[in-house]
């Protein structure tokens, strides 16, 4: 692939072939796999987790996609929520009960750094393993991040891998903190000012 990639808005009816192009692309993700060691379990519970934490995008017109689903970032603009219900089910269901409470834990950290005014949130970015290290990622969160400018907002994330701050602090994310409980890995939450 030599051309600059395509990136769009993604249809609704891309949902469900979207959300498994994020779970491929979390198959090596520390946080992820902690949550969800089993491979055999991985795939299902991903898919319904995903959809339930960043699904809500294709709703609003906040998930882009680049190409024909090599990559794609789930953004929730401001008053837009992940589905917590779905999420606590998702986890309850599939995961080692012995790590239940701890997640929740991390949860429930993750809530405390999430800013209280308005802001843009992107809960999932992530490229199939096989289309990595062509500037997907760096495109997708450019042209999110043109969005959120002209909303003259701040934008918040959460790496759940820290090979990844990088990109993130090329885009204008800071580190604001570190969310580890137990045997967590670490989560690092982001924050980017809003620009005028």
Same mark, same amino acid.
Request: aromatic share 8%; net charge negative.
């Given at each position: 692939?030599?051309?600059?990639?395509?990136?769009?808005?993604? !249809?609704? =009816?891309?949902?469900?072939?979207?959300?498994?192009?994020? *779970?491929?692309?979390?198959?090596?993700?520390?946080?992820?796999?902690?949550?969800?060691?089993?491979a055999s379990?991985?795939?299902?519970?991903?898919? !319904?987790?995903? &959809?339930?934490?960043?699904?809500?995008?294709? !709703?609003?017109?906040?998930?882009?996609?680049?190409?024909?689903?090599?990559?794609?970032?789930?953004?929730?603009?401001?008053?837009?929520?992940?589905d917590g219900?779905?999420?606590?089910?998702?986890?309850?269901?599939?995961? &080692?009960?012995?790590? *239940?409470?701890?997640?929740?834990?991390?949860?429930?950290?993750?809530?405390?750094?999430?800013?209280?005014?308005?802001?843009?949130?992107?809960?999932?970015i992530g490229? &199939?393993?096989?289309?990595?290290?062509?500037?997907?990622?760096?495109?997708?969160?450019?042209?999110?991040?043109?969005?959120?400018?002209?909303?003259?907002?701040?934008?918040?994330? !959460?790496?759940?891998?820290?090979?990844? *701050?990088?990109?993130?602090?090329? =885009?204008?994310?800071? *580190?604001?903190?570190?969310?580890? =409980?137990?045997?967590?890995?670490?989560?690092?939450?982001?924050?980017?000012?809003?620009?005028?």
């Amino acid at each position: 692939m030599n051309e600059l990639p395509r990136i769009r808005t993604a !249809e609704p =009816h891309e949902r469900a072939s979207l959300i498994a192009t994020a *779970v491929l692309g979390f198959v090596a993700d520390p946080m992820v796999r902690w949550t969800v060691p089993d491979a055999s379990t991985y795939i299902e519970a991903m898919s !319904e987790f995903f &959809d339930a934490f960043g699904g809500r995008a294709f !709703e609003n017109g906040s998930a882009w996609v680049a190409n024909d689903g090599q990559a794609l970032a789930m953004w929730l603009p401001p008053g837009i929520e992940p589905d917590g219900e779905r999420m606590v089910e998702s986890i309850t269901s599939r995961s &080692d009960p012995d790590k *239940v409470e701890e997640i929740f834990t991390v949860l429930g950290l993750m809530e405390q750094f999430h800013p209280k005014e308005d802001c843009w949130y992107l809960p999932v970015i992530g490229a &199939d393993p096989a289309y990595t290290g062509l500037g997907l990622g760096g495109m997708l969160m450019k042209t999110a991040l043109e969005r959120v400018d002209r909303d003259r907002l701040p934008a918040y994330l !959460e790496s759940s891998n820290p090979r990844n *701050v990088s990109l993130y602090e090329r =885009h204008g994310f800071s *580190v604001i903190g570190e969310i580890q =409980h137990g045997s967590s890995p670490v989560m690092i939450p982001m924050l980017r000012p809003a620009r005028t």
